[in-house]
């Protein structure tokens, strides 16, 4: 089991940044990748960032979001991270931390509860 817990969201103008953070606990160690999605207000939940855990941390980004958002963690604090800058009225959504473990060879999604973005124009 992983809990996640999701951090950071509010109120912000066009133009502004906001940094999300999400918190892992639990079975921690068998995480491969962890990510945000994102779902706006009558849309599907779609992909904004995802990082792998081993390796070199390898990431890939929706191509909306490209060059303006960062997904990035803390092995030490179990965190992850995406900083949001230059955020636009498109962004308005509620953010989900997302994780993909595989233990004893079953993999297994998780998710958090999310947290709400909202960029006024």
């Known amino acids: 089991q992983v809990q996640l817990v999701e951090s950071g969201g509010g109120l912000v103008q066009a133009g502004g940044s906001l940094r999300l953070s999400c918190a892992a606990s639990g079975s921690i160690f068998s995480i491969t990748a962890m990510g945000w999605f994102r779902q706006a207000p009558g849309k599907q939940r779609e992909l904004v960032a995802i990082?792998?855990?081993?390796?070199?941390?390898?990431?890939t980004y929706a191509d909306s979001v490209k060059g303006r958002f960062t997904i990035s963690r803390d092995n030490a604090k179990n965190t992850m991270y995406l900083e949001m800058n230059n955020l636009e009225p498109e962004d308005t959504a509620d953010y989900y931390c997302?994780?993909?473990?595989?233990?004893?060879?079953?993999?297994?999604?998780?998710w958090g509860k999310g947290t709400v973005v909202t960029v006024s124009s």
């Open positions: 997302y994780v993909h473990v595989v233990l004893s060879r079953i993999a297994k999604d998780y």
């Open positions: 990082i792998n855990t081993g390796g070199s941390g390898s990431t």
